[in-house]
């Protein structure tokens, strides 16, 4: 029924999407050829793939035995191009990385800049999201997460532990009363997450605090940083972001430090492809490195 890669890439490209906007973009074509192609392509089968519906294109229970093959053709057709074209010393094509927003704003920015230095084919994407990244919809190549996931499609490496302070800016503490222990906390003004949009309960940060209310909230680390650095409340900062404002100062660092990890996930498939293999090891080693540099200036 599948008459040739594209056949497949289009399918793969609905399935991902699930509407025939996300795939054309994805494909650079457009809707109208995307839809033409859904219809041979089920033609073909003699079934329907997908159901269709007002939210967009869902996979039927023949669709879904179809996204597994279709799969193992796209990492077939990845192996059998390294494989024609020979693995070079130089990485080359483009890359996405998902990661939750502080590890992509403060760690990943450095890393990726070098690996793309002695890279220079390489094109690199950061995908900050603050929820966890959807590799099976190819959301991105490969993600950076702070709890490994369960799915047996899946790799997953440890790349490194880091840490967790409560800090403020030196003004706020200057201008308040001072903090001696965690129940000096629930006279000041706190910043975190807001607490209904936690994605991963290793993000629950103040929850171990046994603080409730938070009256500055954002689902972003980079929001709840800039608070932070404006003297506007405390919150938990990873360490490695310290350096990047003046003035921030660790609050009760013998009682309030926090240890998290760091995972590097990807598609179970991708161990069989020698330049995934060198990028996520590039990968994995840069984090570290900048992690451990970054600490050590706190």
């Known amino acids: 029924m ?27 074509v457009d809707p109208g050829t ?14 329907a793939l997908f159901a269709r519906s007002p939210q967009g294109y869902s996979l039927t229970a023949a669709g879904a035995r179809l996204v597994r093959h279709a799969e193992a053709a796209e990492q077939a057709m990845s192996a059998a191009r390294e494989d024609v074209a020979g693995a070079a010393d130089a990485l080359s094509g483009q890359v996405r990385i998902g990661a939750p927003d502080g590890c992509a704003n403060f760690v990943l920015p450095q890393v990726c800049a070098a690996i793309g230095a002695t890279n220079p084919a390489l094109d690199l994407q950061i995908l900050a999201l603050p929820r966890v990244v ?11 997460t702070v709890s490994p996931p369960s799915s047996q499609r899946l790799s997953v490496q440890k790349i490194c532990d880091y840490r967790l302070h409560l800090v403020a800016h030196r003004d706020y503490l200057a201008a308040h009363p001072a903090i001696h222990t965690r129940a000096d906390l629930k006279g ?15 993000l629950d940060y103040l929850g171990d605090l046994g603080l409730q ?21 405390l919150g938990v900062v990873h360490d490695f972001a310290l350096e990047a404002a003046e003035g921030l100062e660790q609050v009760l660092p013998g009682d309030v430090a926090l240890t998290r990890t760091f995972y590097l996930v ?16 590039a990968l994995v080693a840069g984090m570290r490195a900048e992690i451990r540099r970054a600490e050590a200036r706190t």
């Open 266 to 281: 990807r598609h179970a498939e991708d161990r069989r492809l020698d330049r995934m293999n060198r990028l996520a090891a």
């Open 134 to 144: 959807n590799l099976s919809k190819r959301e991105a190549d490969m993600a950076v």
């Open 188 to 202: 000041h003004r706190i910043v975190g997450y807001i607490p209904d949009m936690i994605f991963d309960a290793e």
């Open 34 to 47: 995307v839809s033409r192609r859904v219809a041979r392509l089920e033609e073909g089968a003699g079934t």
């Open 2 to 28: 599948m008459q040739n890669w594209d056949d497949m890439r289009v399918f793969l490209a609905v399935a991902r999407g699930e509407s025939l906007t996300a795939a054309a973009t994805a494909l650079k």
């Open 213 to 233: 209310r938070v009256p500055l909230a954002s689902n972003s680390v980079a929001v709840q940083f800039s608070w932070v650095r404006q003297g506007l409340g």
